[in-house]
């Protein structure tokens, strides 16, 4: 059973990067097959795609985020992260890593982590 | 505001069939397979449905979705008090929008 699980700081000043890490147990991101992704949800509202990163490194962002965004993957940790730069109060939200399974769906997500971004 | 349009709110009784529709473009659910999500509340989202029409294993038979043209339905029969959450549909997306875009969500409650 492939599980995720979110980590990192719950809190981050406005301006700076937030920083996110995913890690996967029961099953290798290096073994190739799917994409893994960030997705977040403002408090109260819906779900807003943020990008997936292949295990090869190879990355595709939502538009409205890109220049702020990178997603990494150290397949020797089974990890893959998220940097989003320059934050303000509009990326308050719980921040999700899942994956893009076989037939493009996300089959299995993290439990979420709240980033509240304040000073 | 969301690429793809759902109602933001639907309601039945036990047992009562319901349906929550989503509406996009030709770039998205005319041209994509559609997915549905269920979030129960304060958890994570669950795949409901992928591919327009297909169940993930474990999700009960009273689900089903399609799909027709730009626009794509989730329909739940002998509704439940615990499929009371909300629901997204998502397609991947050809345009600037994308790859993935989401619905709203719908809000479901089960009166």
């Known amino acids: 059973q492939v599980q995720l699980q979110e980590s990192g700081p719950g809190l981050v000043k406005p301006s700076q990067t937030l920083s996110l890490t995913c890690t996967v147990s029961?099953?290798?991101?290096?073994?190739?097959?799917?994409?893994w992704s960030w997705i977040r949800q403002h408090p109260g509202k819906g779900l807003e795609w943020i990008g997936y990163?292949?295990?090869?490194?190879?990355?595709y962002y939502n538009p409205s985020l890109k220049s702020r965004v990178t997603i990494s993957v150290d397949t020797s940790k089974n990890q893959f992260s998220l940097k989003l730069s320059s934050v303000t109060a509009a990326d308050t939200a719980v921040y999700y890593c899942?994956?893009?399974?076989?037939?493009?769906?996300?089959?299995?997500w993290g439990q979420g982590t709240l980033v509240t971004v304040s000073s | 505001q969301s690429v793809l349009t759902q109602p933001p709110s639907a309601s039945g009784t036990p047992g009562q069939r319901v349906t929550i529709s989503c509406s996009g473009s030709?770039?998205?659910?005319?041209?994509?397979?559609v997915y549905w999500y269920q979030q129960l509340p304060g958890t994570a989202p669950k795949l409901l449905i992928y591919?327009?029409?297909q169940r993930p294993s474990g999700v009960p038979d009273r689900f089903s979705g399609s799909k027709s043209g730009t626009s794509a339905s989730l329909a739940i029969s002998g509704l439940r008090s615990e499929d009371e959450a909300d629901y997204y549909c998502?397609?991947?997306?050809?345009?600037?929008?994308?790859?993935?875009?989401f619905g709203g969500g719908t809000k479901l409650t089960v009166l």
């Open positions: 899942a994956r893009v399974g076989y037939y493009g769906g996300l089959d299995y």
């Open positions: 029961g099953g290798s991101i290096s073994s190739g097959g799917y994409y």
């Open positions: 990163i292949y295990y090869s490194g190879s990355t």
């Open positions: 030709s770039s998205n659910i005319g041209s994509n397979y």
């Open positions: 591919r327009n029409n």
């Open positions: 998502a397609a991947w997306d050809d345009s600037l929008s994308g790859p993935w875009v």
